[in-house]
């Protein structure tokens, strides 16, 4: 038997849009059925991650691996054999779906678009896979605009799983919904890749919305990854001081620790992906940000089977603690 290949491999991807550096040299693994969250404020270049992955961008430099296929250079008609092995969930479900066409067409297209199965049979699949997102068969002959979003972003779940892909892009695929519905989406997501075991990239602004599922965290700030760890590592012991600011500003369950915690102000935006800082692109908005970190890039700490990118983060397992410096003190 044969080790099934990681699902998806990047390699120092580089995306720049014209003189906008979106992505700039990010590297990272996710192994069969296995789940990464790629979280980070707006702006830091997720989507670009995601978009490069589906190919609706061609990256500037590096390399994509997808289920061990280099698709890097393929063209439009390479690409088509290795389509089914990744499919993409937007954001915003009402954006993404065509409004001519009915729910059973979109869920359908897919399958249509790779040939060779009877309609009949393809219907059929279609009325099991709305049911296993949890939506009647009957939804097939509405229109994506008769739903309401939750369940329009649950017709666009079907749509990316009927082909049944190894790998899963799910781009803040509850963040354009109503807060009500955002759980049992989310619930609907975990459940789904619990049961079928397809990995997946999950993009999120909210670091809260992936403590339970998933596998490895991986923390993106203007175009870089500065750390990279298993959930329970992260959430326990964070090491980069911007993965400790995201984690201090995260919502809390607990009442009583929601008033004890302090929260971490990070101060102004995120500076312009145009223009980054010299050193650690961070330091403009680190509260522990001494010279060197505007003269030198940090170098990747190896941290558990992870990393971290910050000069306060030693081989030693020495960590900074941004919860502690509200002071003037000077740092090494
Ligand atoms: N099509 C585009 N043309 C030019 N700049 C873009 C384009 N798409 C995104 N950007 C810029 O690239 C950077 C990263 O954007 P994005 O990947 O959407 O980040 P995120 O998903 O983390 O919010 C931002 O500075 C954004 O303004
Ligand atoms: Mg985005």
């Not at 678009?113 to 002959?141: C, I, K």
């Not at 079907?158 to 790998?167: F, G, K, T």
């Amino acid at each position: 038997m044969t080790a099934q290949p990681n699902a998806l491999e990047i390699e120092d991807l580089v995306l720049h849009y014209g003189p906008v550096r979106a992505v700039d040299g990010v590297s990272l693994t996710i192994g069969p059925g296995r789940v990464t969250a790629l979280v980070g404020e707006s702006g830091s270049g997720k989507s670009t991650v995601g978009r490069c992955v589906v190919r609706l961008v061609k990256p500037t430099a590096g390399v994509v691996r997808i289920a061990g296929t280099d698709v890097t250079h393929l063209s439009r008609r390479q690409l088509r054999p290795h389509r089914s092995a990744v499919s993409i969930v937007f954001q915003d479900p009402a954006a993404s779906l065509d409004p001519r066409m009915l729910v059973g067409e979109v869920v359908a297209e897919p399958l249509r678009l790779s040939g060779r199965m009877p309609r009949r049979e393809r219907e059929a699949r279609v009325a099991s896979e709305l049911e296993r997102v949890g939506l009647r068969a009957e939804v097939a002959r509405r229109y994506p605009h008769e739903l309401s979003g939750g369940q329009r972003q649950r017709v666009s779940i079907a749509r990316a799983l009927i082909s049944e892909p190894r790998l899963l892009i799910a781009d803040e695929p509850t963040s354009a919904l109503d807060v009500s519905v955002q759980a049992s989406v989310l619930n609907l997501l975990a459940d789904l890749q619990r049961d079928i075991g397809f990995a997946c990239l999950f993009i999120t602004h909210d670091l809260s919305a992936v403590e339970y599922l998933a596998d490895d965290i991986a923390v993106m700030y203007l175009g870089q990854l500065v750390e990279k760890g298993s959930r329970e590592r992260i959430f326990a012991r964070p090491a980069h001081p911007y993965t400790q600011a995201l984690l201090a500003a995260a919502p809390v369950a607990d009442p009583v620790r929601q008033r004890q915690r302090q929260p971490v102000l990070l101060g102004d935006d995120l500076p312009s992906a145009l223009d980054p800082p010299s050193g650690c692109r961070f330091r403009t908005r680190c509260p522990l940000a001494f010279d060197r970190c505007a003269s030198e890039v940090p170098a990747q700490v190896a941290v558990g089977d992870g990393m971290a990118a910050c000069h306060l983060v030693q081989p030693d397992g020495t960590r900074p603690d941004v919860r502690a410096a509200d002071t003037s003190e000077v740092l090494p």
